[in-house]
């Protein structure tokens, strides 16, 4: 009887500023993650992001179903980055400028 090997590998790498992607992509796991918590099937996965095979979308949510704890931790430290990252920017004056004259302008469209 022919004898089957079982390691499998995820199709995703991590780049330099440590996010995870699809491999071969510019998608990211916390993409991926977010649709399927939202109940997303891997072929609506792949109705919004056709470049990803459907075997790479099974990859990554079998990835995140085997390491659940640890990919949910990675998110809490991404979106943590991404709360600093936001506070930074927002706290810029120039930011502050910005929004209010896209008020501005809002309001002359909406009133004319």
Avoid: W
Wanted: hydrophobic share 40%; charged share 30%.
């Amino acid at each position: 009887m022919r004898q089957l090997t079982f390691t499998q590998t995820a199709p995703l790498n991590q780049d330099a500023d440590g996010a995870v992607r699809v491999t071969g992509s510019r998608v990211t796991l916390d993409t991926l993650v977010a649709a399927f918590k939202k109940g997303a099937t891997a072929e609506q996965i792949q109705d919004s992001f056709p470049s990803l095979s459907l075997r790479q979308i099974y990859g990554a949510i079998f990835y995140y179903l085997d390491h659940q704890a640890e990919v949910e931790e990675y998110l809490k430290e991404r979106r943590a980055e991404a709360d600093a990252i936001r506070h930074e920017i927002e706290s810029r004056p120039e930011y502050a400028e910005f929004r209010e004259r896209l008020r501005q302008r809002r309001a002359e469209l909406i009133d004319a």
